[in-house]
């Protein structure tokens, strides 16, 4: 159990997620993949008084779990194993999205804001 919190960075934790976040944000925003991505996954996209505020609060949430697991990885010398749980996670989001109909062009967003994500998160466990 001590391995889950020796040596673990937690500001890099919480940077690591708060720019994950703000990268998502931008990331499915109209100004970047948004519009195409909303048309492939079959929703529209809302204004900033519609936002789903328990799917961000729980976006938060799993973002920081992801981050302190890069934080882990980090501590122990072992990145590779967040490149392989990155890669598995990719794949499963991609499974779940052909099931729920997503066109690939959504799919190829959703797995490389993941990508883009855990990306962040271990460059700022190199900074910090």
């Given at each position: 159990?001590?391995?889950?919190?020796?040596?673990?960075s937690?500001?890099?934790?919480?940077?690591?997620?708060?720019?994950?976040?703000?990268?998502?944000?931008?990331?499915?925003?109209?100004?970047?993949?948004?519009?195409?991505?909303?048309?492939?996954?079959?929703?529209?996209?809302?204004?900033?008084?519609?936002?789903?505020?328990?799917?961000?609060?729980?976006?938060?949430?799993?973002?920081?779990?992801?981050?302190?697991?890069?934080?882990?990885?980090?501590?122990?010398?072992?990145?590779?194993?967040?490149?392989?749980?990155?890669?598995?996670?990719?794949?499963?989001?991609?499974?779940?999205?052909?099931?729920?109909?997503?066109?690939?062009?959504?799919?190829?967003?959703?797995?490389?804001?993941?990508?883009?994500?855990?990306?962040?998160?271990?460059?700022v466990?190199?900074?910090?």
């Amino acid at each position: 159990m001590v391995e889950l919190t020796a040596s673990v960075s937690w500001l890099a934790v919480i940077v690591g997620a708060v720019l994950a976040f703000l990268l998502g944000w931008l990331w499915y925003s109209p100004k970047l993949f948004g519009t195409k991505w909303a048309e492939g996954s079959k929703v529209e996209l809302g204004n900033a008084t519609d936002m789903p505020m328990v799917a961000m609060a729980t976006q938060a949430l799993g973002l920081i779990g992801l981050a302190w697991v890069v934080a882990i990885t980090a501590a122990t010398n072992s990145l590779l194993t967040i490149i392989l749980i990155t890669i598995s996670f990719v794949l499963l989001q991609w499974s779940g999205n052909s099931f729920t109909q997503k066109n690939n062009y959504a799919k190829m967003v959703d797995g490389g804001y993941w990508i883009a994500a855990v990306v962040v998160m271990i460059a700022v466990q190199m900074v910090l």
